[in-house]
């Protein structure tokens, strides 16, 4: 009877995907927020609604992934990696510029 193999350590830290969903999000957020875009010049209602709606999406996306990938490293592994602080850092850089008055 063979016994089953040592279980290894399968999760991994949230990666450069996570990153930069969440990087784009915070700029495409940040944008709608200014109401401009470079190349695109002022944006209308409209634009600026799609862009909410697809910054909003996207970070939502990146951030659930992001918890679930950190909740299986920390809690199931016991492991920590700074690539870990790198989402919350662009979001929270993201809320400061957001708040200076442009």
Known sequence: MKSAPAQQDTATAPG????AGTFVAVVVL???HLGTAP???DLTGPDQLLGLVAGGLV???SLSVWAIKT??????ERRWSWQIASAPAVVF????AGLIPW
């Open 16 to 19: 450069r995907a996570t990153l």
């Open 93 to 96: 850089t993201g809320l400061v």
């Open 59 to 61: 970070l939502s996306i």
């Open 71 to 76: 909740l299986y490293l920390v809690g199931r």
């Open 39 to 41: 190349g695109v010049g």
């Open 30 to 32: 940040l944008f709608a």
